[in-house]
């Protein structure tokens, strides 16, 4: 999931990566909104939030909602200055070790949502959930070429309905038959996706009445089985086959 990159990639391994990714990307979206009542990755509704507090003048507030944003944005920069510098170095499972790093620091911020005060969990949780979900939607994004997004559903719920659209043409005899196979291709990957995410979320939100910050914990514990599973496939593979990380491992 985590080592081909782009046109190296098959329908299965972006179905295994949405439903994986997604899933917990779902818990952890919805479980912060529960236990906080701010979204991480929603970044339509943060900006539109944002712009809100703006008009009226409660700076405080838009500061909270800017910095939402500006976390996500600065987790996508620095997965892209990993992965750059991964992929100048030959490091076939640069990606894997970028979902690494994300499950690293979901760890820290699983135990600092169990031990901060009160007062401090949320400008801590919810701008650092921000953080690695723009981490990890930029890691998926670059892998997959923007086939698969992982933090949140609005691009793929509207691909999902272009999608439909064109498989009524084709239903019509309006759009080639040839196209039939593609069309069902990118409608399985996109309800995937959703559903994953819809799933993580109920998931999420039960596990987290549970146990709390636990939840975290447990989310960075999936994460780094997933990343040490790719990275290990990496290494098997022999060095010798291909000098590309996009053609190398699953």
């Known amino acids: 999931m985590l080592i081909r990159q782009g046109s190296h990639r098959n329908e299965k391994i972006d179905r295994g990566l949405a439903a994986s990714?997604?899933?917990?990307?779902?818990?952890l979206n919805a479980s912060a909104f529960y236990a906080v009542g701010?979204?991480?990755?929603?970044?339509?509704?943060?900006?539109?939030?944002?712009?809100?507090?703006?008009?009226v003048g409660q700076w405080l507030s838009a500061l909270f909602y800017g910095g939402i944003v500006a976390a996500f944005v600065l987790g996508a920069a620095m997965s892209t200055l990993i992965v750059n510098e991964g992929r100048r170095r030959g490091m076939h499972a640069i990606y894997a070790y970028s979902i690494l790093a994300e499950a690293?620091?979901?760890?820290?911020?699983?135990?600092?949502?169990l031990w901060l005060l009160a007062a401090w969990r949320v400008p801590v949780l919810v701008p650092g959930l921000a953080f690695l979900m723009g981490l990890q939607n930029a890691v998926v994004t670059r892998i997959s070429d923007a086939r698969v997004r992982t933090t949140h559903v609005s691009g793929m719920a509207t691909d999902l309905g272009i999608e439909l659209g064109i498989a009524f043409d084709i239903l019509c005899g309006r759009e080639p038959a040839t196209e039939t196979r593609h069309n069902l291709t990118k409608?399985?990957?996109?309800l995937?996706?959703?559903?994953?995410?819809l799933i993580g979320g109920i998931l999420g939100v039960c596990i987290y009445r549970a146990v709390g910050g636990y939840l975290l914990i447990l989310a960075a514990t999936l994460l780094t089985a997933i990343a040490l599973d790719a990275i290990r496939r990496a290494k098997r593979t022999s060095p010798g086959r291909s000098s590309l990380p996009s053609e190398i491992g699953l």
């Not at 990714?21 to 818990?27: Q, R, Y």
């Not at 690293?104 to 949502?113: E, P, R, S, T």
């Not at 409608?187 to 996109?190: A, D, G, I, Q, S």
């Not at 995937?192 to 995410?197: D, P, Q, R, S, V």
């Open 38 to 55: 701010f979204f991480s990755a929603n970044m339509t509704g943060n900006v539109s939030t944002l712009s809100d507090h703006l008009a």
């Open 187 to 190: 409608l399985r990957l996109h």
């Open 192 to 197: 995937y996706t959703i559903g994953a995410f």
């Open 21 to 27: 990714l997604a899933a917990i990307a779902g818990a």
């Open 104 to 113: 690293m620091l979901l760890a820290i911020l699983g135990c600092a949502d």
